[in-house]
């Protein structure tokens, strides 16, 4: 595939080009992935430095992914998915890259999961973009080594466009309120017959989308691949939920 065979190296071969030039800060929280992850390659010095220095003392533990993230994944259960024979190794978020921790071999596909889960809800026009751009606009917060607030503090920090959270404990811990009522999915349960999980998507007041996955990806086996893939391409756009502009036209005589 084209966009795999040009993932990662910032070109765009026969696709429109995008110029980078100055960098505003502002940019580094675009409405679209892909200016946060042009953006995130062009920071340079004193300024990158301080920017992964925040963000990163307001990171919890087993908790991989990039300090201007445009997708935050937020879980509160524990990392079930670790093993003892293989180490996870904490590292300081990222920017213009995929964080390592994405990629940790876990014995219960829970990280393969998260890829193609945020391969699905991180897209672009762009014919160079693939998993590893989007897991380079992508973050993964474990809550439970989170204080009271933490995750607040977190997004104001990296201010993701689309929140995700992958169960109901970190939902409800959030405490955050959505405008309007949610838009509500449901995936069967392929063991047992009758069940249903329900996730949903809705957005906050800032335009912020929010959603609730109706399962947990550590729990893959309890729900079908096209199913979930379904929910996860219902994802509304952010700019679905953006204030329109004043009316600038003036009127017919």
Known sequence: MAAEANAGDGTDRGCARHTIGAISRDR????????????ARSLRGARKRKLLA??????PSYSPGAANAWLLLVTGKAPSWSHPLLHWREEAPVLGEPHPGFFYPDPLGFWDEVRRWIGLLVRSDRCAWGIPEALSVSALVHTADLSSGGLATLRGLVRPRVVLFLDQVAWKQSALVLAGRPDRHHIVDPHRRGQVYEGFWGHLADGTVVGKAPQHPTTRHLYRAEEMSGYLLAAPSPRS???SPPFSGSSAS
């Open 241 to 243: 939920f953006l204030p």
């Open 28 to 39: 580094l929280y675009a409405e679209e992935p892909a200016e946060r992850l042009d953006a």
């Open 54 to 59: 925040a963000v990163g003392a307001a990171h």
